[in-house]
Structure formats: C-alpha cells, structure tokens
C-alpha cells in the first residue's frame, strides 16, 4: 500500500530549465492537490483537480503549470524555472471534497532547488 | 478568506515540561480543524480532527482541543521523540467545493533530554 509517491526526492536546477515533478496515488481518491512548503510561510496551495482531466489554479500558481490525464497521477512542471521557486513541494489527495477524518494523504516531497 | 496564524513559532523544552501550542484561525464557516506532525524530510502525518467548539481529542501525550478562535495542542510530560513540527490547518465552507486545506506556519517543538 504505497498511498502517494511523489518523484523525485530532490533536484538541484540551473535558472530557466524546465523539470516535472511526479504524483502518484493508490487509493483511487478524485481530489488531488500540489503544495509548496518555505520556511515561515507554511504550506501554499499552487494547483489542484477534482478528478481525472480537471485542473485549477490555487493560491500561487504563477510560473507552474499541471496536468491530470489519469486519475492516479498528478504532474506539476516548472517551464522555466526562477530561484524563487526553491521549496519542498508537496503533493496530497483526497477521496473527495468532504474531507474524510483524517483530511489529506501526504506524499514524503520534493526538495527543489534552483540556482 | 480562511487565515491561520500558529505560536509560537518555535518552542524548547525539556524532557516532562508540559507545555501548549496555540493555532488561532479566522474561516467563514468551519468544516474541520485539522493537526499534523511533521519530521524533517518527510511529508505531515495526521493527528486529529476538530469540528466544533468543545470538541477535544487525545493520543498519548497529546490533547487537542478547540474553541471557535482558536485551538490548542497540548503536551504532557512530552519525551525527545515528540520532537517536530506541528502543523494547524482548517477548512472552511469556502474551501469545500475542493477540499482545500489552509495552513499556519507551523511550530517548531524540540524537546531535550
């Protein structure tokens, strides 16, 4: 029982490459969700979906974009990517919007840096 | 707009000095107030959920409880491995057509032998 799987662990990015970062889910859960965590910032919503082919913009989804073909997998990419985007990205999913008890399914991040 | 604000933002304690945290939150209509754990390098894991004013919960050296500004994590007699950082985050009726989930800051718990 994996749950979320993010890939890859870490990755060190010269300004203006492009990456895409890897979510993937399990548990068949519809709601998937893309975080970054800075420090003393906590965590900010970038993207989610809603279910397979949707996507939607969070709180800070400037400079990423997202993509949901299948269900159980969630991509964030960075097109052209800027020093300000260093943070551990997060992804989460949720069986739907009412959250269950226990809220959201965390996967273990991506340490990103971009120099 | 749903808002939470946690302190201190780092706490030290000793082996068995109880202390509490403190998670105060501004939503229009509170669905869930939820605490995690977070150790270095790894993603947060869940430790409870509060829906509504009263309402406590416990698990080993810990209690959350919650009012209808704010919600408390306390820790008793906590030992070195209850070292981490411990997130606050609610979702209001606003957030409910995506789940979304909004986060404090967190605080930073280290405890010494």
């Known amino acids: 029982n994996a749950g979320v799987t993010q890939t890859p662990k870490f990755r060190v990015l010269k300004t203006g490459q492009s990456m895409t970062l890897l979510c993937a889910q399990d548990?068949?859960?519809?709601?998937m969700y893309w975080y970054r965590q800075d420090p003393g910032m906590g965590l900010r919503l970038i993207h989610y979906?809603?279910?397979?082919?949707?996507?939607a913009k969070g709180e800070v989804p400037d400079g990423y974009n997202v993509s949901r073909l299948k269900k159980q997998n969630f991509l964030l990419g960075l097109e052209s990517a800027a020093p300000s985007q260093t943070s551990v990205y997060f992804c989460?999913?949720?069986?739907?919007?009412?959250?269950?008890?226990?809220?959201?399914?965390f996967g273990s991040g991506t340490r990103l840096t971009v120099v | 707009e749903d808002q939470v604000t946690q302190s201190p933002e780092a706490l030290r304690l000793q082996e068995g000095e109880s202390s509490s945290l403190n998670c105060s939150y501004t939503?229009?209509?509170?669905?869930?107030l939820f605490w995690y754990r977070q150790d270095p390098g790894k993603g947060p894991e869940f430790l409870f959920t509060?829906?509504?004013a009263g309402e406590e919960k416990e698990k080993e050296r810990l209690k959350a409880t919650l009012t209808k500004k704010e919600s408390f994590l306390h820790i008793t007699a906590p030992k070195p491995e209850d070292s981490a950082t411990y997130l606050c985050?609610?979702?209001?009726?606003?957030?409910?057509?995506?789940?979304?989930?909004?986060f404090g800051q967190g605080t930073i718990l280290t405890v010494h032998p």
């Open positions: 939503v229009s209509g509170l669905r869930g």
């Open positions: 548990m068949n859960h519809e709601y």
């Open positions: 989460a999913s949720s069986y739907s919007r009412d959250l269950p008890s226990h809220g959201y399914t």
């Open positions: 979906s809603v279910g397979e082919g949707t996507t």
């Open positions: 985050a609610v979702q209001g009726a606003g957030g409910t057509s995506y789940g979304k989930l909004t």
């Open positions: 509060l829906y509504s």
